[in-house]
């Protein structure tokens, strides 16, 4: 599986490489009966590096 995290803040790009998320989508896949060619998978939020500068932003998010 590819998938990607992304800061909303920074827009720095990671790949991520999980072993468990490639077995989860294939498992996927045969439920479904369906079976895909491609995927791609992206994760949104906050760096470690934003996370630490924007702390108060963090925190009003997630009181709302």
């Given at each position: 599986?590819?998938?990607?995290?992304?800061?909303?803040?920074?827009?720095?790009i990671t790949?991520?490489?999980?072993?468990?998320?490639?077995?989860?989508?294939?498992?996927?896949e045969d439920?479904?009966?369906?079976?895909?060619?491609?995927?791609?998978?992206?994760?949104?939020?906050?760096?470690?590096?934003?996370?630490?500068?924007?702390?108060?932003?963090?925190?009003?998010?997630?009181?709302?």
């Amino acid at each position: 599986a590819t998938a990607f995290s992304i800061c909303e803040n920074c827009e720095k790009i990671t790949e991520i490489n999980n072993p468990n998320l490639s077995k989860y989508l294939t498992n996927f896949e045969d439920d479904t009966g369906m079976k895909y060619q491609k995927y791609n998978l992206e994760f949104f939020g906050l760096c470690k590096k934003c996370k630490k500068t924007k702390k108060t932003d963090v925190k009003i998010g997630l009181k709302k």
